[in-house]
C-alpha cells in the first residue's frame, strides 16, 4: 500500500469529502491524493524546513528530507 492509498482508504470510510473545481464534492481516491501532494511539495519547496500548509483534512510539513503527512481526524476533548 502506498501513503496515498492509506489517505484514501480513510476518507472513504469516514466519507469525508473535498470540494474539486469540476468535479463537485468526491471522496478523493489515491489519484486525486497523489496530485494533492505533489501540488503541496511543489508550494513548499523554497519555504523553509518545518514549513506547512494545510488541505482538505491534510497537513503536509516540510523535513530536511521529504515531507509529513497528517490527516486531521477531530479534537480530542
Do not use: C
Not at 14 to 20: F, I, K, N, P, Y
Not at 44 to 70: A, C, T
Amino acid at each position: 500500500m502506498s501513503l496515498e492509498s492509506d489517505i484514501a482508504e480513510v476518507f472513504e470510510k469516514h466519507g469525508w469529502t473535498w470540494s474539486v473545481a469540476g468535479k463537485g464534492s468526491i471522496v478523493p481516491a489515491e489519484e486525486d491524493v497523489l496530485a494533492t501532494l505533489d501540488e503541496a511539495a511543489r508550494i513548499l519547496y523554497n519555504e523553509p524546513v518545518g514549513s506547512s500548509i494545510e488541505v482538505g483534512r491534510l497537513i503536509i510539513q516540510k523535513k530536511h528530507r521529504g515531507h509529513d503527512v497528517y490527516v486531521y481526524v477531530g479534537p480530542f476533548e
